[in-house]
């Protein structure tokens, strides 16, 4: 098999476990991907679910996608949508956002199933103190097909010939995946990084085993075949590599390290703004 398995590392927050899969030591970033979070599944009980406080980012563009369950977001822009399955919400962070992300009340009521990827996409040098943007792309907007009992969604950029209306500042490739038993598919081989994520089930790549919740690291120029042997879930992610290295330091990403020190103090001073609707404050990590 041409290519590198890794095994995230497994954060609990409280009966909700969420698998980094990068920042690794074997892979910083992926493209222009230099964050990618597995969350779930989980169940929660009546009155339970997500909670993520309203939080700062900089440099970076947030990507979430769900195949179970629903998030509420917020942020400092003045926008209020809930994500469900299939959709995709890009929030462009650029000079400044905060935003929060919980699951709705009315999905408190029973019971809140929740199971997607979360990832945070670098900016590109010149666009890092771009303007802060929200974009909610609804599930039947997005490219979509079924291939040999394959069915492929295109999150952002480009993959098998198709281009989602996500806006990207790089060359960006991130699909999402339902493969049937049985299914083949050979990756698309158009990104120079690439990597493949499986949430759920068992599959091969090139007749070797992987791991379910692994991350693999795809040679580049190669062309493997992904087989399922069971019901998958998976996502494939890269793009272009990065045009330089990032610091990374709790939720800011920028190319220099005094910006993030800036970012510091400007959360510190309240000049990110506030979120209407939810007010709570979260101090700076001590580390």
């Given amino acids: 098999m041409t290519a590198t398995v890794i095994a995230p590392r497994v954060h609990d927050l409280g009966g909700f476990q969420v698998r980094r899969a ?66 995709v919400n890009w929030m462009t962070a650029g000079r400044g ?32 103190e771009t303007a802060p943007e929200f974009h909610h792309h609804a599930a039947d907007t997005l490219p979509h097909w079924e291939q040999h009992g394959a069915r492929l969604r295109v999150i952002a950029g480009r993959a098998w010939g198709h281009e989602s209306p996500v806006r990207v500042f790089a060359e960006t490739f991130n699909v999402a995946m339902d493969l049937q038993p049985e299914a083949e ?49 998976a996502m494939l992610l890269g793009g272009e590599p990065l045009d330089g290295p990032r610091h990374l330091w709790w939720n800011f990403v ?16 309240g000049r990110f703004g506030t979120i209407t609707g939810d007010p709570e404050f979260i101090p700076l990590p001590d580390h």
């Fill in 22 to 87: 990068v920042p690794t030591l074997q892979a910083r970033s992926v493209g222009p991907f230099v964050f990618v979070d597995h969350m779930g599944p989980a169940d929660f009980a009546a009155g339970q679910g997500v909670d993520v406080r309203p939080h700062p980012h900089i440099g970076l563009a947030t990507v979430t996608f769900l195949w179970d369950g629903a998030i509420g977001h917020r942020d400092t822009l003045g926008s209020d949508t809930i994500i469900r399955p299939g959709d």
């Fill in 254 to 269: 920028s190319s220099s390290k005094e910006r993030i020190e800036q970012a510091k103090q400007d959360w510190l001073e």
């Fill in 97 to 128: 956002i905060a935003h929060s992300e919980r699951t709705p009340a009315l999905e408190r009521v029973d019971h809140a199933p929740l199971h997607g990827m979360q990832t945070w996409v670098a900016l590109p040098k010149p666009d890092e």
């Fill in 185 to 233: 598919l050979a990756i698309d081989d158009s990104a120079v990084e690439r990597a493949l994520y499986i949430l759920e089930g068992e599959a091969q790549l090139d007749g070797a085993d992987i791991p379910a919740r692994h991350l693999v690291t795809l040679d580049r120029g190669t062309r493997p075949i992904l087989r399922a042997t069971t019901p998958i879930k």
